[in-house]
Protein backbone atom coordinates (compact mmCIF):
# COMPACT_ATOMS: atom_id res chain seq x y z
CA UNK A 1 0.00 0.00 0.00
CA UNK A 2 1.08 3.47 -0.66
CA UNK A 3 0.35 6.93 0.70
CA UNK A 4 -1.49 7.53 3.75
CA UNK A 5 -5.17 7.64 3.81
CA UNK A 6 -7.96 7.86 6.12
CA UNK A 7 -9.48 4.60 7.08
CA UNK A 8 -12.78 6.01 5.63
CA UNK A 9 -10.95 6.33 2.53
CA UNK A 10 -9.70 2.31 2.72
CA UNK A 11 -13.04 1.45 3.24
CA UNK A 12 -14.23 2.79 -0.26
CA UNK A 13 -10.98 1.88 -1.87
CA UNK A 14 -9.49 -1.01 -1.06
CA UNK A 15 -12.49 -3.83 -3.12
CA UNK A 16 -11.93 -1.63 -5.94
CA UNK A 17 -7.56 -1.90 -5.60
CA UNK A 18 -6.91 -5.36 -3.62
CA UNK A 19 -10.11 -7.51 -3.50
CA UNK A 20 -10.31 -6.73 0.19
CA UNK A 21 -11.90 -4.82 1.80
CA UNK A 22 -11.64 -2.95 5.82
CA UNK A 23 -15.71 -3.57 5.97
CA UNK A 24 -17.42 -6.81 7.17
CA UNK A 25 -20.15 -5.42 4.52
CA UNK A 26 -17.95 -6.75 2.12
CA UNK A 27 -18.27 -9.86 0.73
CA UNK A 28 -14.40 -12.25 1.31
CA UNK A 29 -13.28 -12.69 -2.39
CA UNK A 30 -13.55 -15.95 -4.37
CA UNK A 31 -9.70 -16.56 -4.87
CA UNK A 32 -10.88 -19.84 -7.43
CA UNK A 33 -12.35 -17.46 -9.87
CA UNK A 34 -10.04 -14.61 -12.16
CA UNK A 35 -10.22 -11.03 -10.71
CA UNK A 36 -13.47 -9.55 -11.79
CA UNK A 37 -13.05 -5.38 -13.10
CA UNK A 38 -15.86 -3.86 -10.81
CA UNK A 39 -16.38 0.00 -11.90
CA UNK A 40 -15.83 2.35 -9.64
CA UNK A 41 -18.82 2.72 -8.11
CA UNK A 42 -18.77 4.11 -4.68
CA UNK A 43 -20.58 2.31 -1.93
CA UNK A 44 -21.60 3.82 1.43
CA UNK A 45 -20.72 1.46 4.35
CA UNK A 46 -23.59 -0.80 5.33
CA UNK A 47 -22.67 -0.86 8.81
CA UNK A 48 -22.14 2.62 10.02
CA UNK A 49 -19.54 2.93 12.88
CA UNK A 50 -20.55 5.80 15.00
CA UNK A 51 -19.67 4.85 18.44
CA UNK A 52 -22.66 5.21 21.17
CA UNK A 53 -22.03 8.46 23.61
CA UNK A 54 -20.60 7.04 26.66
CA UNK A 55 -22.75 7.39 29.03
CA UNK A 56 -22.03 10.69 31.60
CA UNK A 57 -20.32 8.50 34.25
CA UNK A 58 -17.96 7.45 31.73
CA UNK A 59 -16.45 11.16 30.72
CA UNK A 60 -13.41 10.94 28.59
CA UNK A 61 -10.31 11.68 30.62
CA UNK A 62 -8.18 12.83 27.79
CA UNK A 63 -4.80 12.29 27.98
CA UNK A 64 -2.47 14.64 25.88
CA UNK A 65 0.61 13.49 24.20
CA UNK A 66 3.37 15.02 26.32
CA UNK A 67 7.39 15.33 25.57
CA UNK A 68 9.20 12.29 26.53
CA UNK A 69 12.16 13.68 29.45
CA UNK A 70 12.88 10.97 31.19
CA UNK A 71 14.67 8.60 28.61
CA UNK A 72 18.10 8.65 30.03
CA UNK A 73 20.51 5.85 30.35
CA UNK A 74 23.70 5.95 32.86
CA UNK A 75 26.70 4.12 32.69
CA UNK A 76 29.55 4.18 35.07
CA UNK A 77 33.05 4.31 33.83
CA UNK A 78 35.47 1.85 35.02
CA UNK A 79 39.14 2.35 36.07
CA UNK A 80 40.18 1.36 32.47
CA UNK A 81 37.53 4.24 31.15
CA UNK A 82 38.63 7.07 32.89
CA UNK A 83 41.82 8.11 34.66
CA UNK A 84 44.76 10.39 34.42
CA UNK A 85 48.16 10.20 32.93
CA UNK A 86 51.07 12.39 34.63
CA UNK A 87 53.19 13.83 32.23
CA UNK A 88 56.37 15.87 32.48
CA UNK A 89 56.02 18.21 29.59
CA UNK A 90 58.90 17.73 26.77
CA UNK A 91 61.04 17.56 29.13
CA UNK A 92 62.48 14.13 28.05
CA UNK A 93 62.04 12.66 31.11
CA UNK A 94 59.12 9.93 30.60
CA UNK A 95 57.90 8.87 33.98
CA UNK A 96 56.02 5.55 33.51
CA UNK A 97 52.34 5.93 35.13
CA UNK A 98 49.97 4.54 33.02
CA UNK A 99 46.25 5.33 33.32
CA UNK A 100 44.22 5.06 36.47
CA UNK A 101 47.58 3.57 37.93
CA UNK A 102 49.26 6.44 39.17
CA UNK A 103 50.36 8.99 41.80
CA UNK A 104 49.88 8.65 45.51
CA UNK A 105 45.95 9.05 45.31
CA UNK A 106 44.23 6.36 42.35
CA UNK A 107 41.02 7.73 43.96
CA UNK A 108 40.83 11.23 42.62
CA UNK A 109 41.31 12.24 39.11
CA UNK A 110 43.72 15.64 39.01
CA UNK A 111 43.69 18.24 36.27
CA UNK A 112 46.98 20.74 37.42
CA UNK A 113 48.90 23.25 35.30
CA UNK A 114 52.27 23.46 37.59
CA UNK A 115 53.19 20.41 39.23
CA UNK A 116 56.85 19.86 39.89
CA UNK A 117 59.66 20.20 36.94
CA UNK A 118 56.69 21.40 34.41
CA UNK A 119 54.75 18.54 34.97
CA UNK A 120 51.12 18.20 33.82
CA UNK A 121 47.94 16.27 34.90
CA UNK A 122 45.34 15.59 33.19
CA UNK A 123 42.24 12.80 32.93
CA UNK A 124 41.62 10.77 29.91
CA UNK A 125 38.26 9.34 29.17
CA UNK A 126 37.53 6.61 26.67
CA UNK A 127 34.33 4.37 27.16
CA UNK A 128 32.54 2.33 24.42
CA UNK A 129 29.13 4.18 23.07
CA UNK A 130 27.52 0.56 21.92
CA UNK A 131 24.14 0.14 22.45
CA UNK A 132 22.64 3.04 22.15
CA UNK A 133 20.32 2.74 19.09
CA UNK A 134 18.20 5.76 19.46
CA UNK A 135 19.82 8.95 18.57
CA UNK A 136 21.11 11.02 21.52
CA UNK A 137 20.26 14.39 22.32
CA UNK A 138 22.22 14.84 25.28
CA UNK A 139 25.67 13.38 26.79
CA UNK A 140 27.05 14.19 30.58
CA UNK A 141 29.77 13.39 31.67
CA UNK A 142 29.66 13.86 35.15
CA UNK A 143 32.40 14.31 38.06
CA UNK A 144 31.97 15.15 42.00
CA UNK A 145 34.31 17.86 42.55
CA UNK A 146 36.84 17.06 45.47
CA UNK A 147 39.02 20.16 45.63
CA UNK A 148 39.72 23.14 43.09
CA UNK A 149 42.13 25.75 43.78
CA UNK A 150 42.01 29.31 43.19
CA UNK A 151 45.58 29.83 43.81
CA UNK A 152 46.62 32.10 41.10
CA UNK A 153 42.84 33.29 39.95
CA UNK A 154 40.04 34.54 41.62
CA UNK A 155 37.66 31.35 41.80
CA UNK A 156 38.47 28.34 40.19
CA UNK A 157 40.05 26.00 37.11
CA UNK A 158 39.82 26.52 33.85
CA UNK A 159 39.49 23.15 31.77
CA UNK A 160 39.60 22.38 28.47
CA UNK A 161 38.30 19.11 27.09
CA UNK A 162 39.99 17.87 23.78
CA UNK A 163 38.96 15.17 21.69
CA UNK A 164 42.32 12.62 20.85
CA UNK A 165 42.96 12.02 17.35
CA UNK A 166 44.96 8.93 17.40
CA UNK A 167 44.36 5.56 18.89
CA UNK A 168 45.55 5.12 22.31
CA UNK A 169 45.82 2.29 25.11
CA UNK A 170 45.15 3.01 28.64
CA UNK A 171 47.33 0.20 29.88
CA UNK A 172 49.84 0.78 27.71
CA UNK A 173 53.32 2.21 30.03
CA UNK A 174 54.13 5.64 29.63
CA UNK A 175 56.24 6.22 26.55
CA UNK A 176 54.72 5.49 23.09
CA UNK A 177 52.75 6.78 22.28
CA UNK A 178 53.10 9.64 24.76
CA UNK A 179 55.84 11.07 23.14
CA UNK A 180 53.41 13.06 21.28
CA UNK A 181 52.84 15.18 23.82
CA UNK A 182 56.21 16.90 23.31
CA UNK A 183 55.35 18.09 19.69
CA UNK A 184 55.42 21.33 19.38
CA UNK A 185 52.14 21.40 18.42
CA UNK A 186 49.51 19.12 20.24
CA UNK A 187 48.69 17.12 16.96
CA UNK A 188 46.96 14.56 19.26
CA UNK A 189 44.37 16.08 20.12
CA UNK A 190 41.84 19.19 19.07
CA UNK A 191 39.87 21.19 22.02
CA UNK A 192 36.48 21.25 21.56
CA UNK A 193 35.17 22.99 24.34
CA UNK A 194 36.21 25.03 27.66
CA UNK A 195 35.29 25.38 31.04
CA UNK A 196 35.25 27.26 33.86
CA UNK A 197 34.79 24.81 37.16
CA UNK A 198 34.18 26.89 40.17
CA UNK A 199 35.79 26.26 43.71
CA UNK A 200 32.11 26.31 44.82
CA UNK A 201 31.37 23.39 43.39
CA UNK A 202 33.69 21.63 45.62
CA UNK A 203 32.00 18.60 47.20
CA UNK A 204 29.15 18.68 44.33
CA UNK A 205 28.56 16.92 40.87
CA UNK A 206 29.94 19.13 37.85
CA UNK A 207 28.21 17.89 34.19
CA UNK A 208 30.49 18.32 31.36
CA UNK A 209 28.44 18.56 28.01
CA UNK A 210 30.02 16.04 25.63
CA UNK A 211 27.06 15.66 23.34
CA UNK A 212 28.92 16.78 20.25
CA UNK A 213 31.93 14.42 20.73
CA UNK A 214 29.41 11.72 21.60
CA UNK A 215 27.08 12.53 18.91
CA UNK A 216 29.90 12.45 15.95
CA UNK A 217 31.24 9.27 17.93
CA UNK A 218 27.60 7.64 16.69
CA UNK A 219 27.76 8.89 13.70
CA UNK A 220 31.04 7.60 12.63
CA UNK A 221 32.14 11.00 11.90
CA UNK A 222 34.73 11.06 14.61
CA UNK A 223 36.89 7.95 15.78
CA UNK A 224 36.17 7.30 19.08
CA UNK A 225 39.94 7.42 20.66
CA UNK A 226 38.29 9.57 24.16
CA UNK A 227 38.57 12.49 25.21
CA UNK A 228 41.31 14.50 27.53
CA UNK A 229 40.84 17.21 30.12
CA UNK A 230 43.07 19.68 30.90
CA UNK A 231 43.82 22.81 32.89
CA UNK A 232 44.15 25.94 31.26
CA UNK A 233 45.10 28.99 32.64
CA UNK A 234 47.57 30.10 35.59
CA UNK A 235 49.97 28.00 36.99
CA UNK A 236 48.46 26.60 40.25
CA UNK A 237 45.52 26.40 38.91
CA UNK A 238 44.50 22.78 39.68
CA UNK A 239 41.09 20.52 40.36
CA UNK A 240 40.52 16.68 41.44
CA UNK A 241 37.72 14.86 41.00
CA UNK A 242 36.21 11.19 42.37
CA UNK A 243 37.98 8.56 40.22
CA UNK A 244 36.59 5.08 39.25
CA UNK A 245 38.22 4.12 42.46
CA UNK A 246 36.90 6.23 44.86
CA UNK A 247 36.04 4.77 47.68
CA UNK A 248 32.18 5.68 47.58
CA UNK A 249 30.54 4.27 44.49
CA UNK A 250 27.81 6.36 44.22
CA UNK A 251 30.74 9.26 43.36
CA UNK A 252 32.37 7.85 40.56
CA UNK A 253 32.54 9.22 37.04
CA UNK A 254 29.47 8.52 35.24
CA UNK A 255 27.64 9.37 31.77
CA UNK A 256 24.33 10.45 31.17
CA UNK A 257 22.61 9.97 27.89
CA UNK A 258 19.42 11.32 27.09
CA UNK A 259 17.67 9.98 23.36
CA UNK A 260 15.54 10.75 20.96
CA UNK A 261 12.72 8.20 20.40
CA UNK A 262 14.15 6.11 18.20
CA UNK A 263 10.59 4.71 17.17
CA UNK A 264 7.28 6.88 17.62
CA UNK A 265 4.15 5.02 17.61
CA UNK A 266 0.57 6.58 16.93
CA UNK A 267 -2.04 4.29 18.42
CA UNK A 268 -3.30 1.41 15.95
CA UNK A 269 -6.72 2.64 16.08
CA UNK A 270 -8.57 5.58 14.61
CA UNK A 271 -8.28 9.51 15.69
CA UNK A 272 -11.58 11.12 16.60
CA UNK A 273 -12.31 8.61 19.24
CA UNK A 274 -11.93 7.47 22.81
CA UNK A 275 -10.49 3.71 23.40
CA UNK A 276 -10.36 1.84 26.57
CA UNK A 277 -7.09 -0.27 27.94
CA UNK A 278 -8.31 -3.95 29.03
CA UNK A 279 -4.66 -4.74 29.31
CA UNK A 280 -1.88 -2.95 30.68
CA UNK A 281 1.86 -3.41 29.66
CA UNK A 282 2.88 -6.26 31.98
CA UNK A 283 -0.15 -7.85 32.31
CA UNK A 284 -2.32 -5.78 34.67
CA UNK A 285 -6.15 -5.79 33.77
CA UNK A 286 -9.01 -5.55 35.86
CA UNK A 287 -9.49 -9.14 35.91
CA UNK A 288 -6.18 -9.62 37.84
CA UNK A 289 -3.02 -10.55 36.12
CA UNK A 290 -3.48 -11.54 32.07
CA UNK A 291 -1.07 -14.33 32.14
CA UNK A 292 -1.14 -13.94 27.82
CA UNK A 293 0.95 -10.65 28.28
CA UNK A 294 4.04 -12.18 30.25
CA UNK A 295 7.56 -12.83 28.87
CA UNK A 296 7.46 -11.95 25.08
CA UNK A 297 3.97 -10.25 25.01
CA UNK A 298 5.22 -8.07 28.17
CA UNK A 299 4.87 -5.19 25.89
CA UNK A 300 1.28 -5.49 24.84
CA UNK A 301 -1.79 -3.49 25.50
CA UNK A 302 -5.24 -4.60 24.85
CA UNK A 303 -7.46 -1.92 23.36
CA UNK A 304 -11.17 -2.25 22.48
CA UNK A 305 -13.68 0.11 21.63
CA UNK A 306 -15.28 2.96 23.86
CA UNK A 307 -18.66 1.32 24.09
CA UNK A 308 -16.83 -1.79 26.26
CA UNK A 309 -18.42 -1.78 29.39
CA UNK A 310 -17.54 -3.73 32.45
CA UNK A 311 -19.80 -6.48 33.95
CA UNK A 312 -20.11 -6.80 37.87
CA UNK A 313 -17.74 -9.36 37.44
CA UNK A 314 -15.34 -7.07 36.18
CA UNK A 315 -15.30 -8.61 32.37
CA UNK A 316 -15.07 -6.34 29.45
CA UNK A 317 -17.79 -6.33 27.41
CA UNK A 318 -17.77 -5.11 23.77
CA UNK A 319 -19.74 -3.52 21.03
CA UNK A 320 -19.01 -6.51 18.72
CA UNK A 321 -21.26 -4.93 15.63
CA UNK A 322 -19.03 -1.81 15.31
CA UNK A 323 -16.40 -2.06 12.75
CA UNK A 324 -13.05 -0.93 13.76
CA UNK A 325 -10.02 -0.75 11.62
CA UNK A 326 -6.23 -1.70 13.00
CA UNK A 327 -4.55 0.87 11.57
CA UNK A 328 -0.17 0.15 11.09
CA UNK A 329 1.25 2.23 13.85
CA UNK A 330 3.96 3.35 12.14
CA UNK A 331 5.77 3.11 9.12
CA UNK A 332 7.37 -0.45 7.80
CA UNK A 333 7.52 -3.58 6.10
CA UNK A 334 4.78 -6.24 7.16
CA UNK A 335 6.70 -9.21 7.87
CA UNK A 336 3.97 -11.85 8.94
CA UNK A 337 0.40 -12.21 8.22
CA UNK A 338 -1.30 -15.48 9.21
CA UNK A 339 -3.61 -17.00 12.23
CA UNK A 340 -2.52 -19.12 14.78
CA UNK A 341 -5.23 -20.97 16.85
CA UNK A 342 -3.98 -18.94 20.07
CA UNK A 343 -3.39 -15.47 18.24
CA UNK A 344 -6.61 -15.76 15.72
CA UNK A 345 -5.83 -13.46 12.49
CA UNK A 346 -2.73 -11.36 13.37
CA UNK A 347 -0.38 -9.10 11.55
CA UNK A 348 3.36 -8.23 12.32
CA UNK A 349 5.09 -5.07 10.86
CA UNK A 350 8.82 -4.64 11.03
CA UNK A 351 9.98 -0.81 11.43
CA UNK A 352 13.52 1.10 11.64
CA UNK A 353 15.55 1.09 12.91
CA UNK A 354 15.50 -2.41 12.64
CA UNK A 355 14.56 -4.96 14.86
CA UNK A 356 11.42 -2.88 16.29
CA UNK A 357 8.13 -4.39 15.39
CA UNK A 358 4.78 -4.45 15.88
CA UNK A 359 2.08 -7.12 16.27
CA UNK A 360 -1.87 -6.84 15.84
CA UNK A 361 -4.10 -10.19 17.21
CA UNK A 362 -7.38 -11.28 16.85
CA UNK A 363 -8.55 -9.89 14.26
CA UNK A 364 -11.72 -10.43 12.17
CA UNK A 365 -11.62 -13.34 9.67
CA UNK A 366 -11.15 -12.88 5.89
CA UNK A 367 -10.38 -9.02 6.32
CA UNK A 368 -7.31 -8.97 6.53
CA UNK A 369 -5.98 -6.06 3.70
CA UNK A 370 -2.32 -6.82 3.95
CA UNK A 371 0.08 -9.78 2.56
CA UNK A 372 3.54 -10.24 4.05
CA UNK A 373 6.05 -8.04 2.28
CA UNK A 374 3.75 -5.23 1.89
CA UNK A 375 5.23 -1.70 2.87
CA UNK A 376 2.35 0.05 4.82
CA UNK A 377 2.52 3.96 6.27
CA UNK A 378 1.42 4.76 9.36
CA UNK A 379 -2.51 4.90 9.46
CA UNK A 380 -2.80 2.50 6.29
CA UNK A 381 -5.66 -0.03 7.17
CA UNK A 382 -4.67 -3.65 8.17
CA UNK A 383 -7.99 -5.00 8.68
CA UNK A 384 -10.79 -5.25 11.32
CA UNK A 385 -10.73 -5.20 15.33
CA UNK A 386 -12.26 -9.27 16.43
CA UNK A 387 -12.47 -11.53 18.28
CA UNK A 388 -10.52 -14.55 16.95
CA UNK A 389 -7.77 -17.11 18.47
CA UNK A 390 -8.42 -18.82 21.94
CA UNK A 391 -6.56 -16.26 24.01
CA UNK A 392 -9.26 -13.33 23.33
CA UNK A 393 -12.12 -13.20 24.86
CA UNK A 394 -13.87 -10.64 23.91
CA UNK A 395 -13.70 -8.39 20.81
CA UNK A 396 -10.20 -6.61 21.13
CA UNK A 397 -6.70 -5.62 19.52
CA UNK A 398 -4.15 -7.02 20.95
CA UNK A 399 -1.12 -4.99 20.06
CA UNK A 400 2.21 -5.62 20.73
CA UNK A 401 5.94 -3.94 20.66
CA UNK A 402 8.44 -6.13 20.30
CA UNK A 403 12.32 -5.34 19.76
CA UNK A 404 14.98 -8.17 18.31
CA UNK A 405 11.30 -10.39 18.27
CA UNK A 406 11.32 -9.83 22.02
CA UNK A 407 9.12 -8.14 24.54
CA UNK A 408 10.18 -9.04 27.85
CA UNK A 409 10.46 -5.75 30.54
CA UNK A 410 14.77 -6.11 30.71
CA UNK A 411 14.41 -4.81 27.10
CA UNK A 412 15.63 -1.66 27.52
CA UNK A 413 15.29 -0.31 23.91
CA UNK A 414 11.53 -0.61 24.58
CA UNK A 415 11.29 1.65 27.49
CA UNK A 416 13.62 4.39 26.24
CA UNK A 417 13.13 4.59 23.00
CA UNK A 418 9.97 3.59 22.00
CA UNK A 419 6.69 6.18 22.60
CA UNK A 420 3.26 5.38 22.08
CA UNK A 421 1.36 8.89 21.42
CA UNK A 422 4.86 10.93 22.50
CA UNK A 423 4.39 8.49 25.57
CA UNK A 424 5.92 5.14 27.19
CA UNK A 425 4.48 2.21 26.83
CA UNK A 426 4.36 2.22 30.73
CA UNK A 427 1.87 5.20 31.12
CA UNK A 428 -0.75 3.49 29.36
CA UNK A 429 -2.74 1.66 32.41
CA UNK A 430 -6.42 0.46 32.85
CA UNK A 431 -8.72 1.93 35.20
CA UNK A 432 -11.06 -0.28 36.48
CA UNK A 433 -13.60 2.89 37.29
CA UNK A 434 -14.48 2.57 33.88
CA UNK A 435 -13.28 6.58 33.11
CA UNK A 436 -9.81 6.16 31.58
CA UNK A 437 -9.62 6.51 27.76
CA UNK A 438 -6.85 7.12 25.09
CA UNK A 439 -7.18 8.88 22.15
CA UNK A 440 -5.67 7.97 18.96
CA UNK A 441 -4.09 10.58 16.01
CA UNK A 442 -4.11 7.93 13.32
CA UNK A 443 -5.66 8.23 10.22
ZN1 LIG B 1 -3.64 -9.10 24.67
Not at 69 to 91: F, H, M, P, Q
Not at 211 to 240: C, H, I, V
Not at 363 to 390: F, K, P, R, W
Amino acid sequence: MSGKRSWLVVLFALPLTLGQSCSESLESPDTSEPPVVVPPVVVPPVTPPPPPPPPPVWQPKIFEPVEVTNKSSKRVLTADEIGYVWLIYCSGILSPPTIDQHGPDPTALRVDTNGPIASYHNIFCRFPIDGQSGEVRTALLNLFCLEDSSEGSDDGTSIGISRILEDWDPKRNFGEPWTLFCEPEWSFSETIDNYWVETSLVGQWYSFDITEPYQKWSSNEWDNYGLMFEARGWFGDFASFASAQYPDESKRPWVLTYHQPALQLKMPLPAGKAWVLTVEAGGESCLGFDKHHTGRNFYSLDFSYSSAKYDSDGKVRTSSEAVVPILAAADGVVSEVGKTSANGNYVVINHEPEGYSTHYLHMQDDLLVVNAGDYVNQGDCLGIMGNTGDFSEGVHLHFGVKWNNDGTKDVSQLTNEVTLEGRPLQDFKVNCEGNNYYTSTNQ
